[in-house]
């Protein structure tokens, strides 16, 4: 059996996949914000499926040492990992600073999946073909990574903050396939289009397309064989494009790695994965 983890469970597009891929006899890991709101859904995913082989995690995904206890939590479960799908997300209409000091879109959505990634990269590793999924967005494209505000050190406008965000899990994904070359392990990130969910809802106030659609490239990079050609592929409509010309530039992939560890620095544990600098150095 399968295991996969998902971020971000108990609504949208990460209920959904969770939901799908129970269909497919995974051992699904349902993450929550907290414990109980996990179990609820998982209550609720196996009205609809009584054999459905689902478990709770939790954690604050905006709170750097949460990502870690979630790590930790998987590790004294299983012992290999299929699938990590990074689909936990927010959007902020006005700059917040989380615990750790970090700008909340940005921390949420991208410090999280690096940070837990890197975590869970052992148990990715002792897997027969370990995947590490991130969704991200069409709004990547629509900025530039200010590479001298890296942290937002001056308030940014939301959606501004959100694109910037889903840009970094392009660039995440782009530098992880890359570190990752010559391991069973591959990355992708992925636009699930314009769904109907909380987030959407915050931050433009309009529906979309179902869940379900929204579902469908996770469910389908989760399960589908053969991909590795694709490693490191931004997809669209389970198909992979071109991402924005951005994430082309390899010296801006390189110094994005290297910004996020740094800044992770206080709170990652040494030696698990050598950063692109190191790699290429050594």
């Known amino acids: 059996m399968k295991t996969v983890l998902v971020t971000g469970a108990t609504t949208g597009i990460g209920r959904e996949t969770a939901r799908q891929l129970l269909g497919y006899g995974y051992r699904v890991m349902v993450h929550g914000r907290t414990l109980e709101k996990a179990q609820h859904v998982i209550e609720d995913l196996k009205k609809g499926n009584s054999s459905a082989f689902a478990e709770p995690v939790y954690a604050d995904l905006s709170v750097m040492g949460e990502v870690v206890h ?53 148990l990715l590793k002792a897997a027969p073909q370990g995947r590490v999924i991130t969704i991200s967005s069409s709004a990547h494209d629509k900025v530039e990574l200010k590479t001298n505000d890296f942290r937002f050190a001056t308030a940014l406008e939301g959606y501004v903050a959100y694109a910037t965000s889903k840009l970094a899990n392009v660039l995440f994904t782009i530098a992880l396939a890359r570190n990752l070359l010559g391991t069973s392990v591959t990355a992708y990130s992925v636009d699930p289009g314009v769904i109907t969910t909380n987030l959407l809802q915050v931050g433009w106030g309009i529906t979309g397309d179902p869940v379900a659609q929204g579902a469908r490239p996770s469910v389908y990079l989760s399960t589908a064989k053969n991909l590795e050609s694709s490693n490191g592929g931004y997809f669209v409509d389970c198909l992979p494009v071109p991402p ?8 801006l992939v390189e110094w994005f790695w290297q910004a996020t560890e740094d800044l992770l620095e206080p709170i990652l544990s040494a030696g698990r994965l050598p950063s692109l600098h190191s790699r290429r150095s050594g």
């Open 244 to 251: 924005s010309p951005a994430t082309g530039d390899a010296r």
């Open 70 to 122: 979630l790590a930790e939590q998987v590790r004294s479960r299983v012992s290999a990992l299929d699938v990590l799908i990074n689909n936990a997300g927010v959007y902020e209409h006005h700059r917040r600073l989380t615990r750790d000091g970090f700008e909340t879109t940005m921390a949420v959505n991208h410090f999280a999946p690096f940070l837990l990634t890197r975590e869970l990269l052992e």
